[in-house]
């Protein structure tokens, strides 16, 4: 890191105290997810993507407390960190398990991804993909700290940033010759092989897995619509399920990348001029120590968005009395807007890509299995001959 511009006693403060409110709410989040997973909705751990949400968060946690601590764990009276009371082995540890859980993160982030594009695949049938859960966490917590270990051993772990980093000691000593470092140094090609691993996951990895689940759902989409006996309400129910999962993938992404976007650009600003931008350096800080935060709402918006709404037109109908119910009249004009293609009664049934099996009673069930969906072709609706019985008693009534 070049310090051939040093930060304002305004700048240094921010970059030691900035973070620190949001990665409390960060801590509490994430908190409050494990909490739900683990005591308030247990049965939810029977599923392999809220057993990958459980770990992630749990990762989350202690990255968290390293954004809180960091500036504390600064060896003390190190120019620059107004709130420096460690020492050397303070600095280190923090510095390990922010690279470590940074690392550890993103990949259980993806993983999500992968699971839901498996789930799909093979029908929600979890017995067929569940083998992944044992390599996704050896590969979310091995690598990470074994990249770590190789950082830690060769003593680049010093001030930095706003707390604890990869960083040669004294600051800037690997880029001015005049100045020997004391700590670190020379593994700038490793560094640059684990930035651009980040950059993957975070970029390139996880989207090509999204771009993968619409394009899996689009092709069962055009192979159901060449089935026999295709019904209005499916098709207009596929329509909205695949408006509704590209909501889903927006939310996914966009949330992922706002919380590595401003760190990847003060990262490439300072590679390609050796300057630091503080103020963005600032935000950047604030913004990643609020990571448990976001990803919470990212949570719980998910399961929001797949949330069932029923809407029965039939029983909406304002001249039916709440009393005596529908008349045959309206009776009448619900089964002749049936056969106009109307749909009387409707169910807005949606699904999460990445977590369930779909209702069995949503159109959506029968558009991911096959053997149903045509045997629901063959048989009629329930409701439908309620309707057609009823109409018929009527007529003879009359």
Known sequence: M??????????????????????????????????????????????????????????????????????????ESTPYYPAASGNIQTCTAVGFLALMLSLTVPVYYGSLGLQAYLSIKHNFNEEKYRWIEVPVHLVAW??????????????????GGSGCSIAAYPMG????????????????????????????????????????????????????????????????ARKQMMANIQHQIYVYLFSFW???????????????????????????????????????????????????????????????????????VDIRKNVEAKENGAISSRRSSTFSIFDGTPDQDSPWAQFFDEDDYDDDLETPNNEEVAVQNTISLSRHDL
């Not at 590679?271 to 949570?299: M, P, R």
Request: charged residues 15%; proline residues 7%; aromatic residues 10%.
């Open 173 to 236: 000593c690997d880029k001015d010759p005049d100045v020997a470092c004391e700590r670190g140094g020379g593994i700038s090609s490793f560094v640059l092989i684990a930035g651009v691993g980040n950059i993957f996951l975070y970029f390139m990895y996880t989207p090509s897995i999204m771009v993968a689940v619409y394009c899996l759902i689009k092709r069962l989409q055009r192979e159901a619509e060449g089935s026999r006996g295709m019904q209005r309400v499916r098709e207009l």
């Open 142 to 159: 091995c690598i990470p700290c074994a990249i770590s270990s190789v950082v830690a051993a060769t003593e680049n772990f010093n001030p």
């Open 2 to 75: 070049s310090m051939s511009t040093p930060p304002t006693i305004t700048q240094t403060r921010g970059l030691a105290y900035a973070p620190m409110p949001f990665a409390i709410l960060s801590l509490l989040s994430s908190s409050y997810v494990i909490y739900h997973i683990l005591w308030q909705k247990p049965l939810k751990r029977k599923r392999l993507y809220h057993r990958l949400v459980l770990a992630m968060n749990v990762a989350i946690v202690p990255l968290s407390l390293t954004y809180f601590l960091g500036a504390f764990a600064v060896p």
């Open 258 to 328: 706002f919380t590595y976007a401003c760190t990847l650009i003060d990262a490439i600003h300072l590679a390609l001029t050796g300057e630091i931008l503080y103020n963005l350096h600032i935000l950047a800080d604030c913004i990643f120590a609020s990571q448990g935060f976001v990803l919470t709402i990212v949570y719980f918006t998910l399961q929001r968005m797949s949330t069932p709404k029923v809407v029965d037109d039939l029983h909406s109908n304002p001249s039916s009395s709440p009393r005596r119910g529908p008349s045959v």
